[in-house]
RNA sequence: GUGGAUGUAGCUCAGUUGGUCAGAGCACCAGAUUGUGGCUCUGGGGGUCGUGGGUUCGAGUCCCAUCAUCCACCCCA
């Protein structure tokens, strides 16, 4: 029996892997365009990294963790999400007495065991940014600029933007209370879920799709009003500071989101109609992350964005990567490959974008192969050019064939290429 | 984790009430006067019908299990 690709993974084969090279150009360019720059960390961390940074009550850690015992009896995890690995590196390095702020960008695979379906896998990619270091709500608008400036690069119009403020540890705490005693006498009329986890982290219980919950709880305080005058302060700026740079979003009473370490303001990217999972991004402030990872009392902020989910969004995408060489080299008589693989050689060692058959083909599978490469040009080597020291160069659009010859053969393909 | 649908050549899919049912299109390969492409025509290779059991004289077609994909729930990116 064959072994498979372990549910929820996939290869990422041509020409798909050219979307993806798309995708992630525009998403660099346009977080260096801000100001951020790349990040690496390791694809593992400790178990307790995770369970820190992101959350004990959390969906991710109770049930989506790839966590594993190594060799060394050491409990490790598989990153199911990126900003706790950044906050560590932060930590680890002391970065945080340099220049601040810190701005960082991420990209690459993360992992959650969850059931798969369009648009979620186990093994997913990423990219977000982090800043850490400004408590500013100015730098929150940069974040969310950044945010939807890439949308609009990729062409994806019909986001919508959700947006909302979550308290600091202060003011949520107090919510918290408040939500619990409002929930508490109808706690019977919500689903079995919200039920089991009110108690513990009520908020959730906003953002409940289930039609019963909403109406069990209809009417209850929301966070914006329980927001202490700094926190109020602080969404307002956000708020004016997205008016002010033209950035639509909706307030969102019920926008909560799922990892614990999230304060202040938080936002959410729907893309309706790439399936069931229709969020592609989201993202939020976290003061209180660093301290959680052993640091000092350092604020952050950032967002990530689904890629696999962005790409559904980008099914308009035209294969950029259909002309794959601009020079054929065909050998019309297998004794004089040799002779072609030179001229491949030197071909390549000049710049120019060339490829040869491999497998034997006949001068005829020859040109067709040079045809579904998207050859401009074709040099043509048999019996007649050998012996009488030329090379034809085929134009495949016009079927001019002229003679050239090996010393000027360079100079002729790249003066031809540049007027084709 | 719960409920449901689906699983036939590389891809998209046909395959009636179980008995030439292993097929089509695309892709691939080879020919159509011997060194030449994109169109057309002809021919060809390729599938133990997801996997493993079972029922039957006989199963792609029925039953069970398992794996995978998809949908809803859930959750998030």
């Given at each position: ?10 290869d990422?084969?041509?020409?798909d ?6 995708l992630?150009k ?10 951020y720059?790349?990040?690496r ?6 178990t307790?990294?995770f ?8 969906d991710i ?28 590196a932060l930590?680890?390095?002391s970065?945080?007495?340099g ?7 991420y990209?690459?695979?993360?992992f ?8 979620r896998f ?9 800043a850490?270091g ?13 945010l ?5 690069k ?8 959700h947006?909302?403020?979550v ?11 408040k939500?619990i005693?409002y929930?508490?006498?109808?706690k ?5 879920d ?6 513990k982290?009520?908020?959730?219980v906003?953002?409940c ?21 700094e ?9 004016k500071?997205?008016d002010?740079?033209g950035v639509?979003y ?18 959410e990217?729907?893309i309706p109609g ?12 976290y003061?209180?992350?660093?301290k959680?990872?052993?640091g000092?009392d ?14 559904l ?18 050998v019309?008589e ?8 030179k ?12 490829d040869?058959?491999y ?7 020859q ?8 050859a ?6 048999g019996e007649?050019?050998?012996k009488?020291r030329?090379?034809?160069v085929?134009n ?25």
């Amino acid at each position: 029996m064959q072994v498979k690709a372990p549910r929820g993974t996939y290869d990422i084969l041509p020409p798909d892997s050219s979307k993806w090279h798309y995708l992630e150009k525009i998403l660099r360019e346009t977080a260096a365009l801000f100001g951020y720059r790349e990040i690496r960390t390791p694809v593992f961390e400790h178990t307790e990294l995770f369970e820190r940074g992101v959350g004990e009550s959390t969906d991710i850690v109770n049930k989506e963790m790839y966590t594993f015992i190594d060799k060394s009896e050491r409990s490790l995890t598989l990153r199911p999400e990126g900003t706790a690995s950044c906050a560590r590196a932060l930590v680890e390095h002391s970065l945080y007495n340099g220049l601040l702020p810190v701005k960082w960008y991420y990209i690459g695979p993360m992992f959650r065991y969850d059931r798969p379906e369009t648009g979620r896998f186990r093994q997913f990619h990423q990219f977000g940014v982090e800043a850490f270091g400004s408590n500013s709500p100015y730098i929150d608008a940069e974040v969310i600029i950044l945010l939807v400036e890439i949308l609009n690069k990729l062409g994806l119009k019909n986001y919508e933007l959700h947006l909302n403020s979550v308290g600091c540890s202060v003011c949520r705490k107090e919510y918290r209370e408040k939500l619990i005693s409002y929930i508490t006498p109808v706690k019977d009329r919500l689903c079995p879920d919200c039920r089991s986890r009110y108690q513990k982290n009520p908020l959730r219980v906003l953002d409940c799709k289930n039609e019963a919950c909403h109406q069990a709880i209809a009417g209850y305080p929301t966070i914006y009003d329980s927001l202490c005058d700094e926190c109020r302060e602080h969404y307002a700026s956000v708020r004016k500071a997205l008016d002010d740079n033209g950035v639509s979003y909706k307030h969102d009473d019920n926008l909560v989101r799922g990892l614990d370490y999230y304060t202040n303001t938080a936002f959410e990217v729907h893309i309706p109609g790439i399936g069931a999972q229709s969020a592609v991004g989201g993202g939020g402030r976290y003061n209180g992350l660093v301290k959680e990872c052993g640091g000092p009392d350092v604020p952050g902020i950032g967002f990530a964005l689904g890629m696999e989910r962005l790409l559904l969004a980008l099914d308009n995408f035209d294969d950029l990567n259909k002309r794959m060489t601009d020079v054929f080299v065909a050998v019309m008589e297998g004794q004089y490959e040799d002779i072609g693989v030179k001229i491949l050689t030197d071909l390549r060692r000049a710049g120019i974008r060339a490829d040869k058959d491999y497998t034997g083909k006949s001068p005829k599978a020859q040109m067709k192969y040079a045809d579904k490469l998207g050859a401009k040009l074709v040099i043509l080597l048999g019996e007649d050019e050998v012996k009488n020291r030329f090379l034809t160069v085929r134009n495949m659009k016009t079927k001019e064939q002229v003679k050239v010859g090996h010393d000027e053969i360079i100079d002729f393909i790249k003066r031809e290429l540049e007027v084709s």
